[in-house]
T-cell receptor
Framework: DTGVSQDPRHKITKRGQNVTFRCDPI?????LYWYRQTLGQGPEFLTY????????KSRLLSDRFSAERPKGSFSTLEIQRTEQGDSAMYLC??????????????FGPGTRLTVL | KQEVTQIPAALSVPEGENLVLNCSFT??????LQWFRQDPGKGLTSLLL???SQREQTSGRLNASLDKSSGRSTLYIAASQPGDSATYLC???????????WGAGTKLIIKP
């Protein structure tokens, strides 16, 4: 297993366009997370899946953002009607966790989005 | 609201020195705290995870401590090497919901 992968690595789009990012977690991991990171800041939590169920969404995730994890494997993050403020690095992480036990999150390389 | 702060934002030291990176947080009710390393273009790598019941964790030249009562964690790097140059971030989980709240990081440069 080569770890968490994300596609594409870079995306440049025009304001108002829709974009979709894909994350493939480590195969046996049941948890998947999406974060957003802007330059010089730490990542900000966006959403979290336990298997195929989306259990948590940050208020940062406006109605223009939607995430799915069909069948509890890969996940997609879609941004509709992109705005310049959406320009950031979008990070995906996965982990294996049992209820009540701390887990280590493994991160992918990220997708850098630039909205012109 | 939980806030995580890392000071300084950047640090430059000569190779071979021992150094300490600091992380402070405002709410002592945490589930765990992790230290990560971020290299340009390579994403985030978890270095150490400390559960709320633990005081420290060690891995090779790295030692992380946790003092919940004072809202502080430190990452100690022994005998620093140029390959240690990276941005180091601390992140904590505020509860069993597993999301992480992050500091902005300390950019470390080790001069040969």
């Amino acid at each position: 297993d080569t770890g968490v992968s994300q596609d594409p690595r870079h995306k440049i789009t025009k304001r108002g366009q829709n974009v979709t990012f894909r994350c493939d977690p480590i195969s046996e991991h049941n948890r998947l997370y999406w974060y957003r990171q802007t330059l010089g800041q730490g990542p900000e939590f966006l959403t979290y899946f336990q298997n195929e169920a989306q259990l948590e969404k940050s208020r940062l995730l406006s109605d223009r953002f939607s995430a799915e994890r069909p069948k509890g494997s890969f996940s997609t993050l879609e941004i509709q009607r992109t705005e310049q403020g959406d320009s950031a690095m979008y990070l995906c992480a996965s982990s294996w966790g049992l209820a009540g036990i701390a887990d280590t999150q493994y991160f992918g390389p990220g997708t850098r989005l630039t909205v012109l | 609201k939980q806030e995580v702060t890392q000071i300084p934002a950047a640090l430059s030291v000569p190779e071979g020195e021992n150094l300490v990176l600091n992380c402070s947080f405002t709410d002592s009710a945490i589930y765990n705290l992790q230290w990560f390393r971020q290299d340009p273009g390579k994403g985030l790598t978890s270095l150490l995870l400390i559960q709320s019941s633990q005081r420290e964790q060690t891995s090779g030249r790295l030692n992380a401590s946790l003092d919940k009562s004072s809202g502080r964690s430190t990452l100690y790097i022994a005998a620093s090497q140029p390959g240690d140059s990276a941005t180091y971030l601390c992140a904590l989980s505020p509860g069993s919901n597993y999301q992480l709240i992050w500091g902005a990081g300390t950019k470390l440069i080790i001069k040969p």
